[in-house]
């Protein structure tokens, strides 16, 4: 879940061990808010892959976040 306390540009990224980005799950202008976020990783190998959160607001109030998951079969 991503809160917002103004409006600011987010971006999600899902990128594999190599850097390789695999897919964006959103690139928008977002106004303040709770947001939930969710991936669906079809036809997507098993591995590592890692979610990064980049929030772009004002000049010098860039924010970065790294997550890390594991795609295992159940």
Do not use: C, M
């Not at 799950?25 to 106004?31: A, C, R, S």
């Not at 991936?39 to 997550?67: A, D, Q, R, T």
Request: aromatic share 10%; proline share 3%; hydrophobic share 35%.
């Amino acid at each position: 879940e991503i809160n917002t306390k103004k409006l600011v540009s987010i971006r999600i990224r899902i990128i594999d061990v190599t850097g390789k980005e695999v897919e964006t799950i959103t690139d928008n202008l977002q106004i303040s808010g709770n947001y939930s976020i969710a991936w669906e990783p079809k036809n997507k190998p098993l591995g590592i892959y890692f979610l990064l959160l980049e929030e772009k607001g004002k000049i010098n109030s860039n924010y970065e976040w790294v997550g890390r998951y594991k795609l295992v079969k159940l």
